[in-house]
Nanobody
Framework: QVHLVESGGGMVQAGGSLRLSCAAS?????????????MGWFRQAPGKEREFVAG???????YYADSVKGRFTIARDNAKNTVSLQMNSLNADDTAVYYC???????????????????????WGQGTQVTVSS
């Protein structure tokens, strides 16, 4: 069983930056399990539905929600079984619980539609809180 653990959340002033990290591990988990999956970041603000933030496929191709494009960067390190989300120029609208998620074994190249759909993902982390003060 694969487990995802997010870290790096916290409180930051508007205009600041945070870097989230998500580490994959678990019984029976192997590096191949991670490298053959796509990874994504989602977020849920108070009173709102969970929404797509960013995704990265096996090739390293990246996709972003329009609201974060140009400010956030997703990256993966298959050697360390981690995925990160660098968040710059944060504003109050970015306040949310951020979740990382993993797909099953998937094609080398993935589409935006595939990565931005929550049902695509089989494993989710517990989430990390990001609060941006104005």
């Amino acid at each position: 069983q694969v487990h995802l653990v997010e870290s790096g959340g916290g409180m930051v002033q508007a205009g600041g930056s945070l870097r989230l990290s998500c580490a994959a591990s678990g019984r029976g988990f192997t590096g191949r399990t991670f490298s053959e999956a796509a990874m994504g970041w989602f977020r849920q603000a108070p009173g709102k539905e969970r929404e797509f933030v960013a995704g990265i496929d096996r090739s390293g191709g990246t996709y972003y929600a329009d609201s974060v494009k140009g400010r956030f960067t997703i990256a993966r390190d298959n050697a360390k079984n981690t995925v990160s989300l660098q968040m710059n120029s944060l504003n109050a609208d970015d306040t949310a619980v951020y979740y990382c998620a993993k797909t099953p074994r998937t094609a080398y190249f993935a589409s935006f539609a595939y990565l931005s759909t929550q049902k695509t993902y089989e494993t989710w982390g517990q989430g990390t809180q990001v609060t941006v003060s104005s």
